[in-house]
Nanobody
Framework: QVQLVESGGGLVQAGGSLRLSCAASKFTFSNYAMGWFRQAPGKERDFVAAISWSGDNTYYADSVKGRFTISRGNAKNSVYLQMTSLKPEDTAVYYC??????????????????WGQGTQVTVSA
């Protein structure tokens, strides 16, 4: 059974930075594209960023382009989300997800078949 465990969330002031990590286990990590989604209270779960299985291609929501960077370490079975210039509107629960898809894109919630439990990110004004 696939396991994804997020960490690194917390409370930060606007303009600050956080680095989220997602540790994966019990599946062949290097065969999967990985994504980050977020869900604010009362809102749908939205795509944030994704990285292909090889790490060669990355994808970002327009709202985070230039501020967030996704990366992966296949040797460590981990995916990361470096978040900078954080804004109050970035406040949400952030979820890590795994997709067996080979693309061409990974922005669709339905492409992912495994999810972590989420980590809270709160950005104060």
């Amino acid at each position: 059974q696939v396991q994804l465990v997020e960490s690194g969330g917390g409370l930060v002031q606007a303009g600050g930075s956080l680095r989220l990590s997602c540790a994966a286990s019990k599946f062949t990590f290097s065969n999967y594209a990985m994504g980050w989604f977020r869900q604010a209270p009362g809102k749908e779960r939205d795509f944030v960023a994704a990285i292909s299985w090889s790490g060669d291609n990355t994808y970002y929501a327009d709202s985070v382009k230039g501020r967030f960077t996704i990366s992966r370490g296949n040797a460590k079975n981990s995916v990361y989300l470096q978040m900078t210039s954080l804004k109050p509107e970035d406040t949400a629960v952030y979820y890590c997800a795994a997709s067996p898809s080979r693309g061409p894109s990974y922005t669709d919630y339905g492409q992912y078949d495994s999810w972590g439990q989420g980590t809270q990110v709160t950005v104060s004004a």
